[in-house]
C-alpha cells in the first residue's frame, strides 16, 4: 500500500537493533483516516472470505482492528489481553508471546465465551517481525476451533523469519508494507 509506504518513509524512525518507530501515525497517535484505508484494502485483499471476528492483541491492534471490522460488516473485534484483570472470568484460553520490541514474555489471555470452535476469524495486528505474537493468536485460535481466514498486517519486517513462516505454513498473510530494510545511522526504508 503505497500511501503506508509513504508515510512510514515520512514520519518513521529507524532505531538501532532493527526498531521502526512509527508512534506518530500508527501504535500510538493514530490517523484514523490511513486506518480507514487499511481497512479497506484488507477488505479488497479478503474479499470472498467469511469473516466471523477480528482477533488482535492489545495494545496497538486494537484501533485498527476496530476500524477495519467497519469494512468487514462490522463484525466483532476480539483482543488478546497482555494482563490479568478482576474483570476476567470464566474460562479462557491462554497461551505465552515474547514481544520482540520490549524484549519480554507476556501471558495473553482471551476469554472462551468471545471465540467459538467454527466461527471465521481474520487476524490483524500492527507489525509483524519474528512473529511472536501471531503464533500466540493462532495457538489460541486451534485450541478454540476457530477457522482463520487470514492474517492483516500492517507493517511487516519482510528481512525477519514471521511473515515466511507463516506462509509456509500455509497462512494467507496480507501485509500492506514490507520493509526490505533499514538503517539506523542514514535514515533510509527500503520496501519489497
Known amino acids: 500500500m503505497k500511501e503506508l509506504e509513504d508515510r512510514i518513509r515520512q514520519d518513521g524512525i529507524v ?48 484501533g485498527i482492528a476496530c476500524v477495519a471490522a467497519t469494512h468487514f460488516g462490522n463484525v466483532p473485534v476480539v483482543f488478546a489481553r497482555k494482563t490479568e484483570s478482576i474483570n476476567l472470568d470464566g474460562d479462557q484460553y491462554r497461551t505465552k508471546i515474547r514481544s520482540y520490541t520490549k524484549k519480554r514474555e507476556y501471558n495473553v489471555i482471551v476469554a472462551k465465551r468471545f471465540l ?17 505474537a501471531l503464533n500466540g493468536l493462532l495457538e489460541i485460535c486451534g485450541e478454540a476451533g476457530a477457522i482463520v481466514e ?20 500455509g497462512y494467507q498473510l496480507e501485509s500492506l508494507a514490507i520493509v526490505k530494510s533499514m538503517n539506523a545511522a542514514t535514515g533510509e526504508i527500503e520496501f519489497e
Not at 467454527?118 to 500492527?126: A, T
Not at 487470514?150 to 505454513?169: D, M, N, T, V, Y
Request: hydrophobic content about 40%; glycine content about 12%.
Open 150 to 169: 487470514g492474517i492483516g498486517i500492517a507493517i511487516e519486517k519482510g528481512f525477519q523469519p514471521g511473515g515466511k513462516s507463516l506462509r509456509e505454513r
Open 116 to 132: 467459538k470452535s467454527g466461527e471465521h476469524v481474520l487476524v490483524i495486528d500492527d507489525f509483524l517481525a519474528m512473529g511472536c
Open 15 to 62: 532505531r538501532e537493533g532493527n526498531v521502526l518507530k512509527v508512534d506518530n501515525f500508527l501504535n500510538h497517535q493514530c490517523d484514523v483516516a490511513l486506518y480507514e484505508k487499511m481497512g479497506a484494502e484488507w477488505a479488497r485483499l479478503f474479499a470472498g472470505k467469511k469473516v466471523d471476528k477480528i482477533l488482535t492483541i492489545e495494545a496497538s491492534g486494537i
